[in-house]
């Protein structure tokens, strides 16, 4: 802009210079195109479409949850899910994902005979002869030193120990698991079964109500990712 403006002034003055802002997403269905700035805009987009003719029957007798409450639902667990990736890198993966379908953290609840915890490791130790095993440890708050969960990694003879602060959950990079355990813990009970149109299906974690809204709401459609504006032909840096 400031070659422009030195240089080529009259482009400028003349409304002949453009500002694209490179989408992430392309769809199209049918005729209709749409671009799509980033993942969030594509996860908003999918729920509000997965959503349409859709109902989640959480348990065997209670009412169906829809409309723009399941909308909120699916879109609490793309974020928990868009913080595991972003953080994956810093805290065990594995771990984040089972605390998303956890109840909410509170230190009361971990203290309590370490039972809270306890379940939590066992939900971890479940993976088949040769997955690492998990012993997780609760320690106190100390001073200006918050209360976190010492996590002891074990696989191939080797022990990996890492500290997981319970204030990411609260207000730091891991808020979004902690919204997602407070709408989604224990939603998912005996006789769950979803609905989409003529389809039906029966659910026993949310994890799998995500995954198949969001497969038929892909359905008909066609979606290109592009790595930036290098690959977007003039036509559709135009429509940007």
């Not at 859709?54 to 169906?64: K, M, N, Q, T």
């Not at 993976?127 to 997780?136: I, K, N, V």
């Not at 026993?204 to 459609?221: N, P, T, Y």
Request: charged share 25%.
């Amino acid at each position: 802009l400031t070659f422009f403006y030195r240089q080529m002034p009259e482009l400028i003055e003349r409304g002949y210079v453009y500002i694209g802002l490179p989408p992430l997403y392309k769809i199209k269905q049918g005729k209709t195109e749409l671009y799509l700035k980033d993942d969030p805009a594509l996860d908003a987009y999918l729920a509000s479409s997965a959503v349409e003719n859709a109902s989640l029957v959480p348990a065997a007798g209670e009412p169906a949850i829809e409309g723009v409450a399941l909308e909120k639902l699916l879109l609490t667990y793309s974020n928990a899910q868009a913080a595991i990736e972003r953080n994956g890198h810093r805290y065990d993966r594995h771990l984040l994902q089972a605390l998303v379908d956890y109840m909410p953290i509170d230190v009361e609840h971990l203290r309590g005979a370490g039972q809270g915890l306890d379940q939590l490791a066992d939900s971890l130790n479940t993976g088949p002869l040769g997955a690492p095993r998990y012993r997780l440890e609760l320690i106190e708050a100390q001073g200006e030193r918050g209360p976190a969960i010492m996590i002891y990694r074990s696989h191939m003879g080797e022990v990996q120990q890492q500290e997981l602060p319970l204030s990411a959950f609260e207000n730091g990079e891991l808020k979004a698991i902690h919204e997602a355990q407070k709408l989604l813990h224990g939603l998912i009970r005996a006789g769950a079964r979803l609905t989409r149109g003529q389809k039906s299906v029966d659910v026993e974690r949310f994890s799998q109500v995500q995954a198949w809204l969001m497969d038929e709401a892909k359905k008909g459609r066609q979606i290109q990712r592009f790595k930036g504006l290098g690959e977007m032909n003039p036509e559709q840096l135009w429509d940007t």
